[in-house]
């Protein structure tokens, strides 16, 4: 399974958010076309009296493989090939129960959000990415960096510069 790079998406979205679906929607199209593929979502809402609600969709056949992979990489660098197959069953075993988040990491997130808000934690995998890497690593390439660059840091500059 050729695995392309997975990024942690955090998200946070005040009292006024207008959930329609949408962005569901566009993760879905973005799959549909092998653009990305998302491993799990978590969506933590704490209330106005502090009491926390979440939901997590994952799919569990997905990150079974995800942490096979995972952990027969870990494996393979703690012990060489003895420690691939290991890795890999430690880490499909890891993932089986469905999800990413256990409840300390839930609570964790839930700490960090005011009271009214929500956050939305996307665990998304480049499938895009796949085939430039390939072509790039048949030519001798290694990646020596890489980084996002968002809009905001390019206004941020300007911002800067003109100061």
């Known amino acids: 399974m050729a695995l392309g790079p997975v990024q942690v998406l955090v998200v946070g979205f005040g009292e006024d958010a207008?959930?329609?679906?949408?962005?569901?929607?566009?993760?879905?199209?973005?799959?549909?076309?092998?653009?990305?593929?998302?491993?799990?979502?978590?969506?933590?809402?704490?209330?106005?009296?502090?009491?926390?609600?979440?939901?997590?969709l994952?799919?569990?056949?997905?990150?079974?493989?995800?942490?096979?992979?995972a952990g027969a990489l870990i494996g393979f660098a703690a012990a060489g090939d003895e420690g691939l197959e290991a890795g890999a069953v430690a880490g499909a075993a890891a993932a089986a129960d469905g999800s990413l988040y256990d409840e300390q990491q839930v609570w964790y997130v839930a700490d960090a959000i005011p009271e009214g808000m929500s956050a939305a934690i996307a665990v998304l995998e480049h499938r895009w990415a796949i085939p430039l890497r390939d072509v790039i690593a048949e030519a001798g390439g290694v990646a020596l960096a890489d980084e996002w660059l968002h809009p905001q840091d390019i206004v941020a500059l300007g911002i800067e510069a003109a100061q």
Do not use: Y
């Open 18 to 56: 207008q959930f329609t679906g949408a962005a569901l929607k566009e993760l879905e199209r973005l799959r549909e076309h092998d653009v990305v593929r998302l491993i799990d979502l978590l969506f933590v809402h704490k209330n106005a009296d502090g009491s926390v609600e979440k939901i997590e």
């Open 58 to 69: 994952s799919d569990s056949d997905e990150l079974a493989k995800l942490g096979a992979v």
